[in-house]
């Protein structure tokens, strides 16, 4: 790790811990870097908010894409206090920054109560055999905005 790398860490660590101790949410944060400057921040708030997809990664990506005003972050590298969860790593490729690096993993966080590992285990299970019912409805109906976005003339492409 470079001294640079380092110190987007430490910035990533110190935004956990400020929005932990702040009672925003759990011991999770996050910055993007762009130019080796800070164009987006943000720490988990899932509790604050009461919002489940407030992760420290997601609050990040929207915070730099409002900032850039872009909907994808070429060009930047995403440093988080913690290894994304299969949300956050979802965002994550969407939004398709060059690099991301992390800090504990997920085994780390599990230890301390965030165990994601359920999420990870019933994405390899048939959809019809989740814990939850994933279930295909209205696919007709569905598929013809597809077909209508293929002819729309003033789309925009990601």
Request: aromatic share 8%; proline share 5%; hydrophobic share 35%.
């Given at each position: 790790?470079?001294?640079?790398?380092?110190?987007?860490?430490?910035?990533?660590?110190?935004?956990?811990?400020?929005?932990?101790?702040?009672?925003?949410?759990?011991?999770?944060?996050?910055?993007?870097?762009?130019?080796?400057?800070?164009?987006?921040?943000?720490?988990?708030?899932?509790?604050?908010?009461?919002?489940?997809?407030?992760?420290?990664?997601?609050?990040?990506?929207?915070?730099?894409?409002?900032?850039?005003?872009?909907?994808?972050?070429?060009g930047c590298e995403l440093y988080?206090?913690?290894?994304?969860?299969?949300?956050?790593m979802g965002a994550i490729y969407?939004?398709?920054?060059?690099?991301?690096?992390?800090?504990?993993?997920?085994?780390?966080a599990a230890d301390a109560g965030?165990?994601?590992?359920?999420?990870?285990?019933?994405?390899?299970?048939?959809?019809?055999?989740?814990?939850?019912?994933?279930?295909?409805?209205?696919?007709?109906?569905?598929?013809?905005?597809?077909?209508?976005?293929?002819?729309?003339?003033?789309?925009?492409?990601?």
């Amino acid at each position: 790790m470079t001294e640079r790398e380092h110190q987007f860490m430490q910035a990533a660590i110190e935004l956990a811990r400020q929005g932990m101790n702040n009672g925003e949410g759990g011991p999770f944060g996050c910055v993007i870097v762009k130019d080796d400057k800070i164009v987006g921040q943000g720490c988990n708030a899932v509790t604050s908010s009461n919002d489940p997809t407030a992760h420290a990664e997601v609050m990040a990506i929207r915070n730099a894409c409002q900032h850039l005003q872009v909907h994808q972050l070429t060009g930047c590298e995403l440093y988080t206090s913690c290894e994304p969860c299969p949300m956050c790593m979802g965002a994550i490729y969407w939004a398709r920054p060059d690099k991301v690096f992390f800090g504990g993993t997920r085994f780390d966080a599990a230890d301390a109560g965030f165990d994601d590992s359920f999420i990870y285990e019933e994405l390899t299970v048939p959809m019809e055999s989740r814990k939850i019912p994933i279930l295909n409805i209205g696919r007709e109906e569905a598929v013809k905005l597809f077909e209508e976005w293929i002819e729309k003339p003033d789309k925009v492409k990601y």
